[in-house]
C-alpha cells in the first residue's frame, strides 16, 4: 500500500506558527539615546535586534552609563506609574526622564516576571527588575530616584527575537 504525501507549505520566519497571544496592553512610547547621560529622545518606531536591544541606543552600543557592568538591552516601565509619580511627586516623567526604552500602558509590568512576551513582531524576555539608581536623579531632576522608587523603576528585557516596534504596537503574553 502506498502512502501519499500530503504537501504542506513551506513557511519562513515571519509566518512561523506560534501560540495564541493574548492582548495585555499597548506600547504607548518609545525612547532611545546614544550615549549614557544624553537627553532620551522619542521615536515612533526602533528595530529591535536580537541578542543586543534597540539599535541606536546606549546599551545595544555599548556606550550606557553602566556599560559593560550593568546593561538591560531593552528597558520597559508602566504609563499608569508614570501617571501616578507626577500626581504624587510632582516629578517630570513623560519626556523620557524616566531613562527607559519603551513605555507601556494597561497592565502591570510584574505579570512579566519569568515570562516571554511580544510587542508587535518582536519577542522579548523578561531578564529582571530595574530600580531606579542615584544616577538619574543626577541628569534629571531632584527625587527622580525617590518617586520611580525599588519597585516603579521598570524591568529590564531581553530581545529574543527582532523586529520592529512602534508606538501603538500590541503587548500579549503567549
Same mark, same amino acid.
Given at each position: 500500500?502506498?502512502?501519499?504525501?500530503?504537501?504542506?507549505?513551506?513557511?519562513?520566519?515571519? =509566518?512561523?506558527?506560534?501560540?495564541?497571544?493574548?492582548?495585555?496592553?499597548?506600547?504607548?512610547?518609545?525612547?532611545?539615546?546614544?550615549?549614557?547621560?544624553?537627553?532620551?529622545?522619542?521615536?515612533?518606531?526602533?528595530? %529591535?535586534?536580537?541578542?543586543?536591544?534597540?539599535?541606536?541606543?546606549?546599551? =545595544?552600543?555599548? %556606550?550606557?552609563?553602566?556599560?559593560?557592568?550593568?546593561?538591560?538591552?531593552?528597558?520597559?516601565?508602566?504609563?499608569?506609574?508614570?501617571?501616578?509619580?507626577?500626581?504624587?511627586?510632582?516629578?517630570?516623567?513623560?519626556?523620557?526622564?524616566?531613562?527607559?526604552?519603551?513605555?507601556?500602558?494597561?497592565?502591570?509590568?510584574?505579570?512579566?516576571?519569568?515570562?516571554?512576551?511580544?510587542?508587535?513582531?518582536?519577542?522579548?524576555?523578561?531578564?529582571?527588575?530595574?530600580?531606579?539608581?542615584?544616577?538619574? =536623579?543626577?541628569?534629571?531632576? =531632584?527625587?527622580?530616584?525617590?518617586?520611580?522608587?525599588?519597585?516603579?523603576?521598570?524591568?529590564?528585557?531581553?530581545?529574543?527575537?527582532?523586529?520592529?516596534?512602534?508606538?501603538?504596537?500590541?503587548?500579549?503574553?503567549?
Amino acid at each position: 500500500m502506498r502512502l501519499s504525501r500530503r504537501w504542506v507549505p513551506r513557511v519562513g520566519r515571519a =509566518a512561523r506558527a506560534r501560540p495564541p497571544a493574548t492582548p495585555v496592553g499597548r506600547l504607548e512610547a518609545i525612547f532611545v539615546t546614544d550615549a549614557g547621560g544624553a537627553p532620551m529622545r522619542s521615536v515612533e518606531s526602533v528595530e %529591535a535586534v536580537a541578542g543586543s536591544g534597540l539599535r541606536g541606543d546606549r546599551y =545595544a552600543e555599548h %556606550a550606557g552609563y553602566w556599560s559593560p557592568l550593568d546593561e538591560c538591552q531593552v528597558t520597559l516601565i508602566a504609563g499608569e506609574v508614570l501617571d501616578e509619580v507626577t500626581r504624587v511627586y510632582g516629578v517630570a516623567v513623560h519626556h523620557g526622564e524616566h531613562r527607559r526604552n519603551l513605555v507601556t500602558r494597561g497592565f502591570d509590568l510584574v505579570d512579566l516576571t519569568g515570562r516571554s512576551f511580544t510587542i508587535g513582531d518582536v519577542e522579548l524576555a523578561y531578564d529582571r527588575p530595574r530600580p531606579p539608581c542615584r544616577y538619574i =536623579a543626577s541628569i534629571t531632576e =531632584a527625587g527622580m530616584t525617590r518617586a520611580l522608587g525599588a519597585r516603579r523603576g521598570g524591568i529590564c528585557a531581553r530581545v529574543t527575537e527582532g523586529g520592529w516596534l512602534r508606538v501603538g504596537d500590541e503587548v500579549a503574553l503567549p
